[in-house]
């Protein structure tokens, strides 16, 4: 399988700002196959999602309810957390979702990235960055709860 471990610098701010102004509109989330979830377990410079006993396939009413949902993240991540850095608006950024399932609750992990990040297409390929600070980040969302968890920006390798 393919994997995307390239290191990639922080984007000045202002390029930041205009790769994400650029998608805004668009629909930049993909919901991946089963088989990419172990790729992006393995993250670089984040976290990696909490260890899950089995995956699911999130259906088309779970993306909707985590798209209208999504707007909310930026103010539900704790204010202690990334040293004091913002998301800003999430639907700017090109967002994986990938079901796993942690101590039998049917969970939601956002792989997410400013678009001008990754060099394949984020629709087939599971995107694996080292660095880029709060241009990658990621977090678990919750479908019963609708509640957003263990958020956490990329290093700044």
């Known amino acids: 399988m393919w994997m995307n471990r390239h290191r990639c610098r922080a984007l000045p701010a202002l390029a930041a700002a205009l790769a994400l ?27 990696n999602p909490p ?33 004091g850095l913002r998301v800003g608006d999430p639907k700017a950024y090109d967002r994986q979702y990938y079901g796993i399932v942690v101590q039998g609750r049917r969970l939601i992990y956002i792989n997410a990235f400013i678009p001008t990040m990754a060099n394949k297409d984020f ?32 290093g700044a390798r």
């Open 21 to 47: 102004a650029a998608c805004a509109d668009e629909v930049r989330s993909a919901v991946m196959g089963q088989d990419q979830g172990e790729i992006v377990a393995e993250q670089c410079s984040r976290p």
């Open 51 to 83: 260890p899950y006993q089995s995956v699911w396939q999130p259906g088309p009413a779970e993306v909707q309810q985590l798209e209208q949902d999504l707007p909310a993240l930026d103010a539900r991540a704790p204010a202690d957390c990334c040293g």
């Open 123 to 154: 629709r087939s390929y599971s995107i694996v960055l080292c660095g880029g600070g709060n241009g990658a980040w990621g977090a678990l969302y919750d479908p019963q709860s609708r509640g957003f968890s263990a958020f956490a920006f990329n």
